[in-house]
């Protein structure tokens, strides 16, 4: 193990059940988190759920449950939904944990004393669905919230304020000065129109009166008030490796990666590295911004029934099929839309016939032509030599997409070694060869070619294990190399042309991705 890799997905909020939009900001965090296992890293995944708040006591009165009743059962639902989906997460926090009330009044209380913090009153725009005051901006031509389509309420208070605006031109500076702090580059753009725009960055108001909210942490120098959803939220970050009680908090938190998605920018993108500078620690690293997934071109709502449950897609399609199209069709940043024709032809596509048939043509010709045994590959033609230096350079590849945060693209630098060892197989033809059983060099060259194939199998394998973890690990052990993905460093390991023992007995299987069908049109989403 080397250095430490910390990252983060948002933690949600416990007023829905898990939906495409928390499953892809899952399924990229968990790919991030094995592809830097993987190399070797020291790696700390943290996830979890978002418990305070005027929405959660909301939903919660809605439902005829008590709060707390109501945040134990959804927290359970997304805890039990990721273990199935088996995300490799290594704390699940939940901020109505005794631990993150005590991180959140630490602070709160460390940036009372640096002076940061004022007590005013206030009448504004509040948007329960948002959580906090709209300005200008936030609200439509109809003067309702653009994310929700509701008027704000308004609401007079005396409150507590962060003195954000303070650090206006300090943060400003930090995302000039580093560009990829806030990834990909035209959300950093966003972030810093937001503080140069004519009213520059208002304070942010971190307190709910307790008469009106009593669901939320007690701030430490006045009790009759709780800490604003938000500003107790983002503190998970800290919480999840116990700051600052942990001798490796240090380590850790200097590689943090946070990834979230764009509509919550302006709290990850401006709040929190403010509120991190205001208690004297340092910032994160990356801020990575996905896009949003729309479902047959509409928004994902409740209300339009098109939530899409990752448990239902894993039960109609398989769960690696599911996953493999939320990576591969989002471009991270971008929005992408959802339909499940799209997953079919593109799983269809790229899995059954791509990757799925060379596998099942490669073990099988193995099987067929010398009992399943890799044979020796003997001296490299031109055509070897081009496979080798693919595989020299497609891993170094897929090592600087993933630490760009492109998996989408690395995605496809892996296909990229599909299709070279599909077209190989083509030009040589070893059921041609096979034929010609009194000519050595054919038995010769037939020999190659299957081991290359099963070597280029292996290397496609390794580099696709972040992605699909389940799938590589069945092409290993078809491969004779049960365990190997826990003994591979990447990318060095898939670069190591010839990796693949000869002699090491290999064995067919099912198919990996049986052709799926279209959905019927009644059933679709
Ligand atoms: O905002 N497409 O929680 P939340 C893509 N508790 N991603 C989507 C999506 C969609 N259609 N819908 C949701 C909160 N997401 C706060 C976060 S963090 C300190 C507090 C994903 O339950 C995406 O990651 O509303 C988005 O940022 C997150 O879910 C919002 O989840």
Not at 27 to 46: K, S
Not at 318 to 339: I, K, N, T
Request: charged share 25%; with cysteine; glycine share 6%.
């Amino acid at each position: 193990m080397t250095k430490p890799f910390y990252i983060t997905t948002p933690i949600f909020y416990v007023n829905a059940e898990p939906h495409i939009g928390h499953t892809y900001t899952s399924v990229i965090t968990d790919t991030i988190a094995r592809y830097h296992r993987l190399a070797g890293e020291d790696t700390f995944y943290l996830t979890g759920t978002d418990e305070h708040g005027d929405k959660i006591s909301q939903a919660a009165e809605a439902k005829g449950q008590s709060t707390q009743a109501f945040a134990d059962h959804i927290a359970g639902i997304f805890r039990s939904t990721w273990d199935e989906l088996d995300f490799s997460y290594d704390r699940f926090i939940r901020t109505t944990e005794p631990a993150h009330i005590e991180t959140v009044q630490h602070i709160l209380q460390k940036v009372y004393d640096a002076g940061d913090i004022e007590l005013r009153e206030y009448s504004g725009q509040y948007c329960v669905g948002c959580e906090r005051f709209l300005t200008d901006r936030d609200l439509d031509e109809e003067g309702r919230c653009k994310d929700h389509e509701k008027p704000p309420e308004e609401r007079k208070e005396t409150n507590y304020f962060f003195l954000m605006s303070r650090y206006t031109d300090w943060l400003a500076e930090h995302i000039e000065k580093n560009p990829g702090f806030i990834r990909p580059a035209g959300y950093a753009k966003e972030v810093l129109s937001m503080l140069r725009s004519d009213n520059g960055l208002e304070d942010l108001c971190i307190s709910r009166p307790k008469e009106r909210l009593q669901w939320g942490i007690p701030l430490p120098f006045d009790t009759d008030y709780v800490c604003y959803v938000w500003f107790d939220a983002l503190i998970n970050y800290l919480t999840g490796i116990n700051y600052p009680d942990d001798p490796q908090f240090e380590e850790r938190w200097s590689n943090v990666e946070h990834i979230i998605g764009k509509d919550i920018l302006k709290p990850h993108g401006v709040f929190w590295p403010t509120i991190l500078k205001a208690a004297g620690l340092p910032i994160y690293q990356h801020l990575n911004v996905h896009g949003f997934w729309n479902v047959d071109n509409r928004k994902v709502s409740k209300s339009l029934g098109n939530m899409i449950s990752p448990l239902v897609m894993r039960e109609r399609y398989g769960f690696e099929c599911f996953r493999y199209f939320l990576l591969r069709e989002m471009s991270f940043g971008r929005d992408a839309s959802f339909s499940e024709e799209a997953l079919v032809t593109r799983v269809n596509a790229d899995l059954s016939k791509n990757l799925g048939n060379l596998e099942s043509r490669c073990i099988k010709m193995l099987g067929r032509f010398r009992e399943g045994i890799v044979p020796e590959p003997g001296a490299a033609t031109e055509l070897e030599k081009d496979l080798e230096a693919l595989v020299k350079r497609i891993p170094i590849t897929v090592d600087e997409q993933m630490r760009n945060m492109e998996p989408h693209r690395a995605l496809a630098s892996v296909f990229e070694l599909v299709d070279a060892t599909n077209k190989y197989i083509d030009q040589r033809a070893p059921w041609k060869l096979a034929k010609e059983t009194d000519n050595a060099e054919s038995m010769e060259l037939l020999d190659k070619t299957l081991y290359s194939v099963c070597e280029m199998l292996r290397v496609i394998s390794l580099l696709l294990a972040p992605f699909l973890p389940e799938t590589a690990s069945r092409i290993l052990e078809r491969l004779g190399l049960a365990g190997a993905l826990e003994k591979a460093v990447l990318p060095q390991d898939a670069q190591a042309w010839g990796g693949l023992p000869v002699g090491n007995p290999t064995q067919t299987g099912d198919p990996l991705f049986p052709r799926l069908e279209m959905p019927a049109a009644e059933d679709a989403n």
